[in-house]
């Protein structure tokens, strides 16, 4: 099966805040627990996710970071959601604002068109 035809990966814009009790921690405590108690259970149960982290409090009091994940597809993501929500990081950690999920390009795909886009992939 060529590229073209297989499923798009799934994107999820993961809008978070952070809660009091992250933020009562030291950094180097933060990279501690984030390490062990979110990564390790993502890393041992999940298979075809990947994430970037972005900072926004500077510029947001409503959402403090942007987690960005792409997974394989929508099985993955959804494994990794129900990983998320065992671990602190959920509701102790963080504040889940908001999900954005969706495909790149998907109305291009739907009518059989270019995708319009400023960088080529």
Do not use: C
């Amino acid at each position: 099966m060529s590229a073209e035809h297989t499923a798009p990966p799934v994107t999820a814009f993961m809008l978070i805040k952070t809660m009091p009790e992250w933020l009562a921690m030291t950094p180097e405590e933060r990279v501690n627990a984030f390490a062990t108690e979110v990564i390790s259970a993502i890393k041992a149960k999940t298979t075809g996710v990947r994430s970037r982290f972005y900072d926004t409090e500077f510029y947001s009091t409503r959402v403090t970071d942007v987690w960005v994940w792409e997974a394989d597809d929508h099985e993955a993501y959804q494994l990794l959601i129900d990983v998320l929500r065992e671990t602190p990081f959920w509701d102790r950690y963080f504040e889940i604002v908001d999900l954005l999920v969706g495909t790149e390009n998907g109305y291009a795909r739907t009518y059989g068109l270019d995708p319009v886009a400023t960088i080529s992939t």
